[in-house]
Nanobody, 123 residues
Framework: QVHLVESGGGSVQAGGSLRLSCVASGYTNSKYSMAWFRQAPGKEREGVAAINYFGTTYYAEVVKGRFTIARDNAKNTLSLQMDNLEPEDTAVYYC?????????????????WGQGTQVTISS
């Protein structure tokens, strides 16, 4: 498994921006896909964006055009730039990783998870 640590959460007003980061350590020599998920109170965890080792990306419709996922394989880092934030984006955001090149927004596709970082958007 890969050990993941997120950072960058916080509180902003609607229309603002935040950038989340995730640092991976452990078995990072293999090619693995990474993703961001989020979970709002009382709701199921949902996939936000995914990226494979070669930089191919996949976004949930609700964030397409507003969020940008990126990774730096040399530094084993993952980021999520979130622009034009909405109150509905309020949630705990999680970084996830799993070996392989597939892109998925299903939580069951990932075996390694970070502890989460809170994002709160006020109207």
């Amino acid at each position: 498994q890969v050990h993941l640590v997120e950072s960058g959460g916080g509180s902003v007003q609607a229309g603002g921006s935040l950038r989340l980061s995730c640092v991976a350590s452990g078995y990072t020599n293999s090619k693995y896909s990474m993703a961001w998920f989020r979970q709002a109170p009382g709701k199921e965890r949902e996939g936000v964006a995914a990226i494979n080792y070669f930089g191919t990306t996949y976004y949930a419709e609700v964030v397409k055009g507003r969020f940008t996922i990126a990774r730096d394989n040399a530094k084993n880092t993952l980021s999520l730039q979130m622009d034009n934030l909405e109150p509905e984006d309020t949630a705990v955001y999680y970084c996830a990783a799993d070996e392989g090149l597939r892109l998925s927004l299903l939580a069951t596709a990932y075996g390694s998870w970070g502890q989460g970082t809170q994002v709160t958007i006020s109207s």
